[in-house]
């Protein structure tokens, strides 16, 4: 069948981009170019410096390549390039440039080269992680365990070794010409002095590799030695009623002792082996260059060498011993890298033969959904079904009923292909659903219970998985939400949204133009005492504080809830109205109200988070302050304790809070405050607020504050419900219900579906298989937490819309309105066995 994907990083390396292996080879052979005129050019100048004050003078050619082999092979030099001519002040010039700049030209190759490594890494690494990512999305079924081990080893595993596996190949060719250049320079130079260097560095890769071998057992080691502690101290851990019954503690403590020293003395010896290893490896890496220097120095006596040849060919020394030492290291990390490509393949190869075996098989339209001796079990639920035996022919309405749900939910998930049976065969339309390509698996039978929200909106989530033309997704979506009981949801979301005027001018001029038709239509019903209107000189009752003191919605930072109390501007008015120290005395009330209330709960309680005015982490704080306050102790934090206090009291609301704390003379003041606060905002502020004006859309607040220009109470009962029904049919009077469902359906999401119920939940997931108009529909979770009326209305609205189609239902019963027409089939369970009651029904009465 082939390898999933190459384990040897080097020849995945190579297949990835040889295009830009071969530029980085290129670079490669610029970069020892420059290094072999970089330590010509150190001769040179190194035999001038010490030829004395005549030495300059010499004429010589600048760039000049020649090889000088040795005399028996070849008695004159071998020129390759004869150079340029020049006078020798322009020589001593050229030359001391040059051995500056080849550094510099070599860093900008290096750079050149690692960005040339960076793009090979970024395609081994999409290339790898596409392979796993094509096999998860392709498989049928896949335990858990294995998917996360795939998904952990293509992801922070690859991209651990990213850097490695993008200069793989890059790395090696670098470190290994650079080894063979030098050498080779020293070889040229003087065949004795190259030969002791090739033999020192022979001796230093063995060293090194050594050093490599014995860091693996010193770890291992070390392993072993904390695994024997484990297991000595769990011992101790047991013996610990008998030690202190017995009064046994300085046996143990001799006992445990010599354990642990005996556990530790095979890590004692590595270590001290790796230790010498390592003095070793670096002496002779030291001794490369100064082998050379010490050689050469001495067969100047004898032989033609002059300073500038052992000066070069000890800087070529130099660089072959680091090339050798990073050589050895780089080793260890290829081989680190292959290991990670090897356990990659391991795990992707049963999966790739999972895939190829099964997931080709097409499914038909429509057909018979036959279970023949089918056992499963569902390790999350605990649910087993077992030796089942059925057969539904579809389009039919199906009933899954029994005691408890865990029974008929775990039958659903085998009849919609989402857990593979243990024993038996299950096919539809005659074709195994376990072979069926799990895409179109998923659009003949769509199953919904099981909702994983995404980050987006809304809407995004409720299309996830569906594709179609814009114009068809539009009115699939609009159908799908009525019938899943969704448009009160995407309505509620849309008026909590908020839109740019800029942007949308005539929407936002007909929510401003609806203002009066809504308030003439709450005063109609009787529902105006709901709502209470924004005025610049009344205080609204079911705002904050803050709220009230602004009369307005901030922009950015600078006025927000949390930073209005320190707000320099803010404090001004406050100060200025003597309000400091009764919005100090007011939050002092609330802290100490909410350090008794909250007394036994604990910190992650849903209830805390809720209704607390500050976060479990702030709670220290305030109960800190509190028995300060209380104690009347001193404290230096006078001035951020009554920031943090006024604070509190920024964010209470009376109708809300309720804790008798806001006097109507405290109101008064507040809004002269309000007065002042508009009055006096600095030029440089204006743009940070917002002001309520009856007249103007205000962007910053939400549709629904712009539509009512008010705020609903709180504190009576189904106000919210009520003024919201009112707002929706003067909306859909005016042609602005389906733009506000619009703005609701664009609306983020939290992808921990905090802010959803659990209905709504299950909602989101029904629409999501309705929109794929699938052949059948299965069904669970959609009913639960829905009182009676609401879910016979949901399971009327599903089967009057899959007319002609497949519904598979799980509900804890059947009630007579759902039960009309019959389903055409009722599976019990009884005892955990499911039972078949067939029926007959009437297709044209679901029509009805």
Not at 69 to 95: K, R
Not at 240 to 245: N, V
Not at 363 to 390: F, H, I, T, W
């Amino acid at each position: 069948m082939g390898a999933v994907i190459e384990r040897d990083p080097l020849r995945l390396a190579w297949r990835t981009s040889p295009v830009r292996h071969l530029a980085g080879f290129g670079l490669l052979v610029l970069a020892g170019f420059l290094i072999l005129i970089g330590f010509d050019l150190v001769r040179q100048i190194v035999d001038r410096a010490t030829g004395g004050t005549d030495a300059w003078n010499a004429p010589a050619a600048f760039l000049r390549i020649a090889l000088t082999p040795p005399a028996d092979l070849w008695p004159g030099s071998l020129v390759l390039f004869p150079g340029f001519a020049l006078d020798p002040e322009a020589f001593a010039l050229a030359a001391v440039i040059g051995v500056l700049a080849i550094p510099l030209l070599i860093g900008l190759i290096l750079v050149a080269l690692e960005w040339v490594a960076v793009g090979i890494g970024v395609r081994m690494l999409m290339r790898a992680q596409s392979a796993a990512l094509d096999i998860i999305l392709k498989v049928p079924s896949a335990s858990h365990d294995e998917i996360a081990m795939i998904s952990a080893l293509a992801s922070r595993g690859l991209a651990r070794e990213n850097g490695v596996l993008g200069s793989s190949l890059l790395i090696p060719v670098k470190l290994g010409g650079m080894i063979g250049l030098a050498c080779a320079y020293v070889f040229v130079t003087d065949w004795h002095l190259g030969a002791v260097l090739a033999v020192v560095l022979a001796l230093a890769m063995v060293v090194s590799a050594r050093r490599a071998l014995l860091r693996f057992d010193a770890a291992a080691a070390r392993h072993r030695e904390g695994d024997k502690a484990e297991g000595v101290f769990t011992d101790l851990e047991q013996r610990l009623p008998a030690l202190r019954a017995h009064g046994t503690a300085p046996f143990e403590r001799d006992r445990v002792r010599r354990a642990l020293m005996s556990g530790h003395r095979p890590v004692m010896r590595e270590e001290y082996r790796l230790a010498i290893t390592e003095a070793a490896s670096a002496a002779v890496l030291m001794i490369a260059p100064l082998a050379v220097l010490a050689l050469g120095a001495w067969f100047s006596q004898s032989r033609p060498l002059t300073a500038g040849t052992v000066a070069a060919s000890v800087l070529a020394a130099a660089l072959a011993a680091y090339g050798t030492r990073e050589v050895v290291q780089w080793h260890r990390l290829i081989m680190r890298a292959r290991a990670l490509l090897i356990d990659l393949g391991k795990g992707l190869a049963p999966l790739k033969l999972r895939a190829a075996l099964k997931g080709k098989a097409s499914l038909p339209e429509n057909g018979a959904l036959m279970a023949q001796g089918v056992s499963a079990y569902d390790p999350a639920s605990g649910a087993r079904v077992a030796s089942v035996n059925l057969t539904l022919a579809f389009p039919s309405h199906v009933a899954l009923v029994g005691d408890g749900d865990t029974g008929p939910r775990l039958l659903a998930a085998l009849m919609s292909g989402q857990l593979p049976p243990s024993m038996g065969r299950l096919t539809y339309g005659g074709v195994d659903l376990a072979a069926a390509n799990p895409v179109e698996r998923s659009q003949r039978i769509a199953f919904t219970g099981s909702t994983v929200l995404i980050e987006g909106s809304l809407k995004d989530n409720l299309l996830y998985g569906c594709s179609a033309p814009a114009g068809e997704l539009k009115h699939r979506l609009s159908e799908a939400i009525a019938i899943a009981g969704l448009d009160r949801l995407t309505h509620a979301r849309g008026l909590s949204g908020t839109i740019d005027p800029k942007q949308e001018p005539k929407f936002a001029a007909a929510i401003v133009e609806a203002r009066r038709f809504v308030e003439a239509a709450l005063a109609a019903e009787d529902l105006d005492r709901f709502v209470d209107p924004f005025s610049a000189t009344r205080y609204n009752r079911y705002a904050t504080i803050g709220e009230n003191l602004l009369f307005g919605k901030p922009i950015g930072d600078a006025f927000h809830e949390d930073r209005l109390s320190g707000h320099p501007f803010v404090r001004a008015i406050l100060e200025a109205n003597e309000l400091t120290k009764p919005l100090a005395r007011m939050g002092l009330s609330i802290a100490t109200s909410m350090i008794e209330i909250f007394a036994e709960i604990p910190d992650g309680s849903p209830l805390f988070d809720r209704f607390s005015f500050f976060s479990a982490a702030d709670r220290p704080y305030f109960q800190d302050l509190v028995d300060r306050r209380n104690e009347q102790r001193r404290s230096d934090k006078t001035s951020r304790d009554q920031e943090r206090l006024i604070g509190l009291a920024l964010r209470y609301n009376e109708s809300r809070h309720r804790l008798g704390l806001l006097e109507p003379g405290l109101e008064e003041r507040i809004l002269v405050a309000r007065a002042d606060f508009a009055r006096m905002l600095p030029v440089s502020l204006k743009s940070a607020i917002e002001f309520y004006d009856e007249a103007r859309f205000c962007a910053a607040a939400s549709i629904q504050d712009n539509l009512l220009f008010g705020r609903i109470a709180a504190d009576r009962a189904g106000a919210l419900d009520a003024v919201q029904e009112v707002t929706r049919r003067v909306l859909t009077q005016r042609g602005l219900d389906g733009e506000v469902s619009r703005i609701g359906l664009d609306t983020p999401i939290d992808p921990q579906g905090d802010d959803l119920t659990l209905t709504e939940l299950a909602a989101v997931d029904l629409v999501r298989g309705l929109v794929r108009r699938p052949s059948i529909l299965v069904v669970q979770r959609a009913l639960d937490g829905l009182p009676g009326p609401a879910a016979d209305k949901l399971v009327m609205n599903l089967r009057r819309a899959l007319v002609g189609r497949g519904l598979i239902l799980v509900t804890p019963a059947i009630s007579p309105a759902m039960d009309q027409p019959p389903f055409d089939a009722v599976i019990h369970f009884e005892r955990g066995e499911p039972v078949m009651e067939r029926r007959t029904r009437r297709l044209e009465a679901l029509s009805a």
